[in-house]
């Protein structure tokens, strides 16, 4: 008797004959792609962007969480190429989509990326291929979505074709928890498909967990980033709580988190950033309206967090009151604009707003950042400036809004006159300068 396609394809997986692509090359795409290539597949990478491509074949690494000697190692023996052209697919064996899942400007769900993305490798696809959705997304997208695309030339999924959905967990700048030791979550549309997904993912991953579709595995991941929007929300909004009380919310979350069971911290900062927990917990709440239920939490959270940048601004015209000046003329200089600590990605980090509200009000805003060289917003480009003593004794204010671990915050608090600290970066610090916290 013949072998069906998914004992085939799971040979195959396991005998690393598999040839595996990652549409996508971004943060999570490129370090997936090199995992694979290191577990000794042959790996494709397909990207519109030809800056991206070019670069990967080359051997130059743009991801700064990914060893540049591997990642150089892996092209140059020839496991992990690149290419804009989807007719690649033809030739893969397993193919995981790591695309982005923005929001559209009326802040609703922007499947383009996915659709398109869908559109292109069905086209190409022949049986006995495993496809693997791992953009973040609202429950349903794998089963209402990529399935009607994928099934669209005649194909029966599960047996000529697998499709499952595995969430992207990845934390950029974690140095303990990466693709290998951060556990797959895994939901096939047959049970087939998430057996050969199950496959593909043991051979690179410590820990794989199976459950029971696709729906269950996309909500998962919306469970994980509503959890810390929720919870960043509730915190922040305890922080401003506590400035009305007059109680340091840092002191109070040091001594809280020395219960060992029931808590765990959150920290305020200066508002969500990045392109996962601000927008998230968004596709949930944009699938529940559709079934006329407001996600309250959900949309709570997102307003406070989102306007914890207002909340900074007002506490920066305070400080400077309290020094006899006006926010208008002021010179503020921003420290870090990307969303967090040691990383250089700005989409919507908290810092583009802080500037935009800062300039409104007629401040004159600076800012350094060790890995962001230039922010565009609003067809405005500002470069970075240099991070000396001259630019910090030249400012009225300076406001921290990343804490990368590039800064040596003494030598900061020793250098200007005013620091707003919305991340507590200066803890336990003492220098000439006067510190407000959020
Ligand atoms: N960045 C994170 O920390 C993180 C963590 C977990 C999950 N995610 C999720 O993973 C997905 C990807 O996020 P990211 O941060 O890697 O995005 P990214 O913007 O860094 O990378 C996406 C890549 O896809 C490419 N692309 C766009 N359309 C394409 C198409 N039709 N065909 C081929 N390539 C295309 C882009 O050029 C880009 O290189 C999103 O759904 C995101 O929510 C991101």
Known sequence: MPKSLSTALTDKIQNKEARVGIIGLGYVGLPLAVEFAQAGYHVVGIDTDSI???????????????????????????????TQDYGAIGELDAISICVPTPLRKTRDPDMSYVVAAANQIAKHLRPGTLIILESTTYPGTTAEVVLPIMIGNGYVVGEDIFLAYSPERIDPANTIYGVRNTPKVIGGVTL??????????????????????????????????????????LINEIAIMCDKLGIDVWEVIAAAKTKPFGYMPFYPGPGLGGHCIPIDPLYLSWKLKSLNFNARFIELADEINTNMPRYVVRKVAEALNEDSKPVRGSKVLILGVAYKADVDDVREAPALDIIQLLMQQGAIVHYHDPYVSSIQFDQVDISSVDHDLSILESVDCVIIVTDHSYYDWTDILNHTNLVVDTRNATVGLNGLARVVKI
């Open 52 to 82: 991206k491509v070019d670069a990967l074949n080359r051997g130059d690494c743009y991801i700064t969480d990914i060893s540049a000697e591997l990642f150089s190692d892996m092209v140059s023996t020839g496991r992990l190429m690149a």
């Open 192 to 233: 087939d498909c998430a057996d050969v997904a199950m496959a593909l993912y043991d051979t690179v991953v410590e820990e794989v967990v199976k459950v029971s579709s696709t729906q269950a595995a996309e909500m998962v991941k919306l469970l994980e980033n509503t959890f810390r929007a929720v919870n960043i929300g």
